[in-house]
């Protein structure tokens, strides 16, 4: 049984999810999502980091419509998240990396912004931050995924914690 607690945890991961706040999930989060992103690390949508980011977010989008969209409406309603894709996601949170992983990847490549392959955790900071997440928990949850404390941070270590996240019962 998934306790009141959990459920109130999880709901306010869907409000990270619902970028322009309507009240529900759906593809134009992901595009909000993307867009942002691209914005503030000054790549076009053109570009090929740009194209990439827009393919991950759909891909993003499809698996969790596919996960929690019960009704089939093309919108993810608060409690379709809660209790679809809470169950689904706890029992196999691997899948919810899963269908994470090309958006992250995406999203890590544009934030690379010298192209060395390695994000710094100032970038996380504030890909975390265009993304909605408050200043303080972005600056420790990028610390926290510079697990080696080499200041940088890579798909390795963000993917098992999108996962965690949003599935991780305590």
Known sequence: MVSSEYERRIAARFAT??????GWIDREDFSVAAKALLA????????????????????FWQGMAGIADRDGDQRITRQEFVTGAVKRL?????????????????????ADTDDDGAVTVADTVR????????????????????????????????VPALARYFTVTE
Do not use: C, M, W
């Open 17 to 22: 999810l619902d970028q322009d706040g309507s």
């Open 40 to 59: 503030e690390f000054g790549t076009t949508a053109r570009s090929g980091k740009g194209q990439a980011l827009y393919a991950g977010a759909e891909a």
């Open 90 to 110: 706890r029992d196999n949170p691997e899948r919810f990396a899963e269908i994470g992983r090309p958006f992250l990847h995406a999203a890590l490549a544009v």
């Open 127 to 158: 890909a975390l931050r265009v993304l909605g997440v408050p200043e303080e928990v972005a600056r420790a949850t990028a610390a926290a995924l510079d697990t080696d404390g080499d200041g940088l941070v890579g798909e390795q270590d963000v």
